[in-house]
């Protein structure tokens, strides 16, 4: 069972109730060690990061995956969580902004995106 699964399959409802009982803020959080159902064994890691700004700094970017609100990140802050293999949309709202991108997700890997203003969503690793 997998803490989101590829797009159009949805949640868990374990993660779901998770998520929201739990919230999605702070600097570092690991989703799908206690509060999640067990990875399989070709799940990925991804390592999302909002990259430092002087011009957006009084807003939060909100950061969510197939929809499902995963962060609330501040500036310089990360997230690191699993996904199953498939293909995502990634995207986050920043004030006004809103960006997405699609996604593929091999099996097995680790995997680093940078978040910044302007819409960027660029993978560096994986």
């Known amino acids: 069972m997998s803490l989101l699964a590829p797009a159009g399959a949805g949640l868990s409802p374990v993660v779901a109730l998770t998520l929201m009982i ?11 060690q ?5 990875m399989s064994p ?9 990259a430092r700004s002087s ?3 009084f807003f939060y970017m909100f950061v969510l995956v ?4 995963v962060a609330r990140l501040d500036q310089g802050e ?3 969580f699993s996904l199953e293999p498939g293909t995502y949309e990634l995207s ?11 996604v593929k997700i091999e099996p097995r890997r680790g995997y680093l995106f940078r978040l910044a203003p302007s ?5 560096e690793r994986g």
């Not at 070709?42 to 909002?50: G, W």
């Not at 986050?92 to 699609?102: D, H, I, N, R, V």
């Not at 819409?119 to 993978?123: A, L, N, P, S, T």
């Open 22 to 32: 739990g919230g999605c803020s702070g600097p570092v959080q690991r989703i799908g």
């Open 34 to 38: 206690d509060t999640a159902p067990r």
């Open 42 to 50: 070709n799940a990925s890691d991804i390592t999302l990061y909002r």
């Open 55 to 57: 011009w957006d700094s």
């Open 66 to 69: 197939d929809g499902v609100q």
């Open 78 to 80: 990360r997230i690191s």
């Open 92 to 102: 986050y709202s920043l004030g006004a902004t809103e960006c997405e991108k699609k």
């Open 119 to 123: 819409c960027v969503i660029e993978r």
